[in-house]
């Protein structure tokens, strides 16, 4: 779903503009987009079919961070987000709050709940009345890692957060050190997944720690999620829910890592055009695939 918008940030960055804006603009294609069904417009409804959106936006340089959750109609979470990280206080709030900061530094309201997405929402509702499945059945999050020609490096996210989720429910996304991290001097990591079993491992934080040790990202990132599953294993007698994430280091080397099959992900670089990836969880490693070159 990033794919599009990492054209637009990978245009931003020929130029010499800075990360935040590459990170601002790639975020904003997917929140805008109403056919991806978890982040911005279109995203999916919690219990009461209203869209609660949470993002982030963290800067490498100065590790100024900006995050908000809970935020009801209002256009583009991320730019919110982005915001808030250059205030001195107040950088994470949730509800009403964010809303009344967007409302006074001019953000634009809009109803996110689209109609295809209150749609899915009636129908699963009916279906979980009759049938007594779970209703939590749909969740991802638009998580990015960027580093420019100044070497500053940024990570966002931004997510509608689990679908039928209860009201006011906060997921990974918008916590720093679980659904991102970054530190321009190192590197930066982002996750997409389960929140519920994300903040319980730090995994964002983790990455970054590692890659500071010399570790590769691609190394980072698989001891990170395969060491988090052992320890939860051994306490829970059972495997973490989804859990993916995306890494870069400030030489602009990258890596994901993923516990399922079928994750997919865009890569651009300075000598790459963007380009789609999918990985698969084999044999306790991360096995990337190229699926996809310049999309036409």
Known sequence: MSYDGVVKAKKLLSSKKYAGDAIEIAIKDVENNPSYTSVGYGGVPNEHGEVEMDAAFMNGDNFSIGAIAGIKDFENPICIAKALSKEKYNNFLIGAGAEEFAHINGFERKNMLSEKAKETWI????????????????????????????????????????????????????????????????????????????????????????????????????????????????????????????????????????????????VATNSKEPTIYVADYIGGKTKINKKYGVVK
């Open 123 to 266: 129908k699963k509702k009916e279906e979980v009345a009759k049938t007594g499945l779970s209703a939590y059945d749909g969740h991802d999050t638009v998580c990015m890692v960027s580093l420019d020609s100044s070497n500053s490096m940024v990570v966002g996210t931004s997510t509608s957060g689990l679908f039928m989720k209860k009201k006011g429910r906060v997921g990974d996304s918008p916590i720093a050190g679980s659904g991102f991290y970054v530190d321009s001097n190192i590197g930066g990591a982002a996750a997409t997944g389960l929140g519920e079993d994300i903040t319980k491992s730090c995994i964002s934080y983790e990455i970054v720690r590692l890659m500071e040790e010399g570790v590769t990202p691609q190394e980072a990132c698989d001891t990170a999620i395969f060491k988090f599953t052992k320890k939860y294993k051994e306490k829970n007698h059972t495997e973490p829910r989804h859990i993916s994430v995306v890494a870069m280091n400030n030489k602009g080397q990258w890596g994901a890592g993923t516990n399922l099959n079928g994750y997919t992900f865009v």
